[in-house]
Nanobody, 123 residues
Framework: QVQLVESGGGLVQAGGSLRLSCAAS????????VGWFRQAPGMEREFVAA???????YYAGSVKGRFTFSRDNAKNTVYLQMNSLKPEDTAVYYC?????????????????WGQGTQVTVSS
């Protein structure tokens, strides 16, 4: 079992920055793929960024160049640095982990989820 806890969300003006954190406990998740997803009201959960440990990092086109995914396996924590935020980035952001998903960009491939953290970007 892996427990995930996100933090770092909040209210920010357009153009601002936030850094989300996702801390894992229960198992060392250095061998897990980890992804960030987001869900706005009335919308489907959508992919933001993901990586397999030691592998490439993938980004959604809408965030590429603005968001940066990183992981610190020693701290069992991953981060999502979000810069140049836009109102359309407003959503609840979730991190997710799975041992070896066939595809890291698909949310239903993940078993373990955090509770989510709200990000609100005002215009």
């Amino acid at each position: 079992q892996v427990q995930l806890v996100e933090s770092g969300g909040g209210l920010v003006q357009a153009g601002g920055s936030l850094r989300l954190s996702c801390a894992a406990s229960g198992r060392t998740f250095s061998s897990y793929a980890v992804g960030w997803f987001r869900q706005a009201p009335g919308m489907e959960r959508e992919f933001v960024a993901a990586t397999r440990n030691g592998g490439s990092t993938y980004y959604a086109g809408s965030v590429k160049g603005r968001f940066t995914f990183s992981r610190d396996n020693a701290k069992n924590t991953v981060y999502l640095q979000m810069n140049s935020l836009k109102p359309e980035d407003t959503a609840v952001y979730y991190c997710a982990a799975e041992r070896d998903p066939p595809r890291v960009t698909v949310h239903h491939m993940y078993t373990y989820w955090g509770q989510g953290t709200q990000v609100t970007v005002s215009s």
